[in-house]
């Protein structure tokens, strides 16, 4: 099971949902109620949006409630509160994941994204972008960010000295 887990995981980097369904297809007629077939059931619901969101939302509360309520699992609750919409739910959420795991990564860049669509403060979204950087250096967000910043004071650069010119 945990190979064909592996393989919908792989499929949805390569965002080819209609293999990660497929393989979702195989796991749910091995074992439909098998943990690993349930995330890759939220996994792919997460994937293709829409009316599935929802259900991938109570996938990984039921996982919660049946386990424990871990940081993966908030944080996939978490992201699809936000695909929806609902960025108060998604922020309780990952406030409960920051209490599970501070410094994980993957909070950290939620949160970020959650506090950018309501519209925080911009400092408090500036401390936990603060926190990410230093926590994971080499996060993709992280390094990301980094060009699109060194991008923008470059070409600002070229403007400001165009205009004192």
Known sequence: ???????????????????????????????????LTQLAVAWTHLAGGGAKLQEAQYLYDELSDKFEAT??????SAVAAIHMGKFEEAEKLLLDAITKGQNDPDTLVNLICCYQH???ADDLIARYIGQLKTVSPNHPFVTQ?????????????????GLIA
């Open 1 to 35: 099971m945990e190979h064909l887990a592996l393989t919908v995981q792989i499929f949805l980097k390569m965002d080819r949902l209609d293999l990660a369904n497929k393989t979702v297809r195989t796991m749910q007629s091995a074992d439909e109620d098998h943990t």
């Open 71 to 76: 940081v993966m699992l908030r944080n996939g």
């Open 118 to 120: 309501m519209n925080k």
């Open 145 to 161: 960010l980094a060009l699109v910043e060194n991008a923008f004071n470059r070409v600002s650069g070229t403007y400001a000295n």
